[in-house]
């Protein structure tokens, strides 16, 4: 990448993996963060070159990925008091790979107009994994032209690139698809929960599903997994799911769409998270109506798979 000084804002799971990744494929690459704690453990790790702030970076770098992983930080890595802003030259590009809500990168851009920066979505879909061995997707906006600039980077971090919408999409989309998974949970495991309390095996219930309603698609793994085994263990946070339910209610209202399940599912979460039961784990949701109807999946009700 010679036409580009690469820097990375953000240096949580995500972004050293894509520093660690850029640096596999011979992208050199500028490194900070808010957290101090962050940046000093990035360089015992002999991580690439470090810059003491964004304001730092953004003076030795025309191409930012910002990989916050907050809307908190993301703003202030961005207008700040040490903020990107403070020292953004005309024609810098920056790609957002935050974890934020859909409305926040959208209003940094805003900001920046005036001082001719170029903002680029490339909302990660993955596991910081996923991002070492380069084979997330990102969903992305921006101006076309930019985008096809620094296709080199983005490919370098992505199997998949794909292309959504307007700035926001990626977030909203990666929100919308959260809720949908975690509602299908819910949904298939009340159907298991009456399953057993009428008589029915559930396991078999599951397995059957696809030849009694065909057409529907595939259950998600998780109720074989973790639903049936009683484990209730997923890889995603009780208050990573609020918070996109919050997202995507917060879009359905701006957009003036009547919603039916959504407020089901957001009631349902808080009341899981107050449970005795509660693990902070975004199944507490199937573990909750299960423990409300009496019944027991795992030891006692259907085997743990192998």
Aim: proline fraction near 6%; charge should be negative; charged fraction near 15%.
């Amino acid at each position: 990448m010679a036409d580009f000084s690469v820097g990375i804002v953000g240096l949580d799971a995500l972004g050293s993996a894509l520093i660690r990744r850029l640096d596999e494929q011979g992208i050199g690459i500028t490194a900070t963060d808010l957290n101090g704690r962050l940046l000093q453990a990035h360089l015992a790790g002999g991580g690439s070159a470090p810059a003491g702030s964004p304001y730092d970076l953004a003076q030795v770098c025309d191409l930012i990925l910002l990989a916050e992983t907050s809307d908190q930080t993301a703003r202030e890595s961005v207008l700040g008091s040490v903020g990107l802003v403070h020292a953004l030259r005309p024609g810098t590009i920056i790609i957002d790979m935050s974890d934020a809500a859909p409305q926040t990168g959208p209003a940094l851009a805003r900001a920046l107009q005036g001082k001719g920066a170029i903002w680029i979505e490339a909302t990660p879909i993955g596991t910081p994994a996923d991002a070492r061995a380069g084979k997330l997707t990102l969903l992305t906006a921006g101006p076309a032209d930019a985008l096809e600039r620094v296709a080199p980077v983005l490919r370098a971090l992505a199997a998949k690139l794909l292309r959504l919408g307007e700035l926001g999409t990626g977030p909203l989309a990666k929100a919308l698809a959260s809720c949908f998974r975690a509602l299908s949970i819910a949904v298939h495991t009340e159907m298991l929960i009456i399953a057993k309390r009428t008589g029915l095996d559930p396991a078999g219930m599951l397995d059957a599903l696809p030849l009694l309603a065909p057409g529907m698609g595939t259950a998600p793994t998780a109720l074989a997994a973790q639903v049936l085994t009683g484990r209730y263990q997923s890889d995603i946070s009780g208050r990573r799911l609020q918070d996109d339910l919050a997202r995507v209610a917060d879009a359905a209202r701006a957009a003036a769409t009547p919603t039916l399940f959504l407020p089901l599912l957001q009631a349902a979460a808080l009341a899981a998270s107050h449970s005795p039961q509660t693990t902070g784990d975004s199944l507490d949701v199937a573990r909750w109506m299960s423990d409300n109807a009496g019944v027991a999946f795992g030891a006692d009700g259907a085997p743990p798979t192998a």
